[in-house]
């Protein structure tokens, strides 16, 4: 176990709606990066927080945004859900920012997310 | 953008043969991470190599990061079938293309 919590672990939503999905970092870690996983496929990145300030960004829209807390948990919303949002949310927390170093990163069990 | 390709994409093994799954790269990487993702989990991290032509061993794997720093190597031997999964190489933030590993017994 990493110590890393995602909630909720599953999630039916319909298209048009949003979704706010949560990560709770392991202790002593300061950064927390975001993921979407498509069945079969391998993450992508969609955006990273340190310190609570976004410290990168994926090739995904403006309607996923963030948010991170002064404990480090962190938020992941989408809004005006589309069909192809349907997948594994995965967050990861890390020592650092992971752009600039190369601290591995702990991986959450991830938030299954379909939209219908 | 960078890409990371990762070949084969699926690799069926019976037990007890070896595996091999490759991660290229168009642009020279800073460092390389493997990680496992068995199915229905999520990815763990395995390794990381930073050093041009490094090798690193636990147990069964090896790893290796090619001398120009463009591509990496994960190697089983001897499979079993706690090795199922699919294996990603990773740049920072950036996932390879994973391959799958299925065992059969």
């Known amino acids: 176990e990493t110590g890393v919590t995602q909630s909720p672990t599953h999630l039916i939503k319909t298209r048009g709606q949003q979704v706010t999905l949560r990560c709770s970092s392991q202790s002593g870690h300061n950064t927390v990066s975001w993921y979407q996983q498509a069945l079969g496929q391998g993450p992508q990145f969609i955006f990273q927080y340190y310190r609570e300030e976004e410290n990168g960004r994926g090739n995904f829209p403006p309607r996923f945004s963030g948010l991170q807390f002064p404990n480090y948990s962190s938020e992941l919303n989408v809004n005006a859900l589309e069909l192809d949002d349907s997948a594994l949310y995965l967050c990861?927390?890390?020592?650092?920012?992971?752009?600039?170093?190369?601290?591995?990163?702990?991986f959450g069990p991830g938030t299954r997310l379909t939209v219908l | 953008g960078q890409q990371v390709m990762q070949i084969p994409q699926y690799q069926h093994v019976q037990e007890g043969e070896d595996f091999t799954t490759y991660c290229n790269s168009s642009?020279?990487?800073?460092?390389i991470q493997w990680y496992k993702q068995r199915p229905g989990g999520h990815p763990v991290f395995l390794i990381q190599?930073?050093?041009?032509?490094e090798v690193k061993k636990q147990k069964r794997l090896t790893f290796q990061f090619g001398e120009a720093k463009k591509n990496s190597s994960l190697h089983i031997t001897a499979t079993q079938t706690t090795d199922v999964g699919t294996y990603f190489c990773n740049e920072k933030l950036t996932f390879g293309t994973g391959t799958r590993l299925t065992i059969i017994p």
């Open positions: 190599l930073v050093k041009s032509g």
């Open positions: 990861a927390s890390s020592l650092e920012g992971a752009f600039s170093s190369y601290n591995e990163q702990f």
């Open positions: 642009t020279t990487l800073s460092n």
